[in-house]
């Protein structure tokens, strides 16, 4: 349901439930007659994603199939027992918008230790991450293809969660198209609240005045804190992927904005 390069290399112009940082060169924003736009934006329903076309390969097709009756978790409009679909009970981590999902599974792979659930709309995105999972014999990985904002609604229970990752949203760059950017106030308050407290909120992107919207939402939502002074210096957990390293050595910024939820004093 966004040139730090990450490994979402998915089909031209798909956009993963938030679409998920292609290279800034091979990003194409979509293309739209905004006529008519304006007039209904009212009456449509938030969602995390715009929903694009990309061509689903014979390998991501057969993992698809062989593997999201084993891994995915289908959309209900009801709590998610998290503990129960993991069958232990351990720190879970929610990441939206994984694309081609190697981060994903090398995460994971690297922390047995947390439950991890990631949310896609794509096709070819998911078929990947379900040939990673069958590889690498990842068994703390589990992905709901549907509307991250519908999921956060009416599946994540309120503090149940250790952390939330988006990492390379689409940067909507052109001015009029900041308004689909993910990073906004309601989605903030709605992750923020999904949060445990001491749990952690961490986006990152590789378009500057984004990781100034970013940093500028976060701040703003009382529930969270920086843990940083400014931008966060990228911690170990998140890999470096062969697109970020290129642009990296271009020249090219990458921006890691990282809040927790803090500490609420009741007794005030």
Not at 17 to 36: H, L, S
Not at 161 to 166: R, T
Not at 194 to 203: A, E, K, N, P, S
């Amino acid at each position: 349901m966004g040139g730090a390069r990450n490994d979402r290399g998915a089909p031209d112009g798909a956009a993963g439930g938030v679409r998920a940082g292609e290279p800034q060169e091979a990003r194409a924003p979509q293309a739209q007659d905004d006529r008519g736009e304006r007039d209904t934006a009212r009456h449509r329903p938030i969602r995390s994603f715009v929903l694009r076309q990309g061509r689903v390969s014979n390998a991501q097709q057969r993992y698809y199939d062989e593997m999201m009756p084993k891994v995915g978790i289908p959309y209900a409009d009801a709590p998610l027992d998290l503990d129960a679909v993991f069958g232990r009970t351990a720190p879970k981590i929610l990441e939206i918008g994984f694309g081609m999902g190697e981060t994903s599974a090398a995460i994971a792979a690297a922390h047995p230790e947390n439950d991890y659930l990631g949310i896609e709309v794509h096709a070819p995105g998911v078929g990947s991450l379900c040939k990673l999972i069958a590889e690498k014999g990842l068994t703390n990985l589990r992905i709901i293809r549907h509307d991250a904002v519908e999921i956060l609604r009416t599946m994540i229970a309120p503090a149940s969660l250790a952390g939330v990752h988006i990492f390379f949203p689409d940067p909507w760059p052109k001015v009029r198209h900041h308004k689909r950017r993910l990073i906004q106030p309601p989605l903030v308050a709605l992750l923020a609240g999904r949060l445990q407290t001491g749990g952690y909120l961490h986006c990152a992107t590789d378009w500057e005045d984004y990781a100034m919207q970013m940093l500028a939402v976060l701040s703003a939502e009382p529930l969270l804190e920086n843990t940083a002074d400014g931008y966060a210096p990228r911690p170990d957990y998140r890999p470096l992927t062969k697109f970020e390293q290129r642009g990296l050595r271009l020249g090219h910024g990458v921006w890691d904005v990282i809040f927790r939820r803090k500490v609420i004093d009741t007794q005030t």
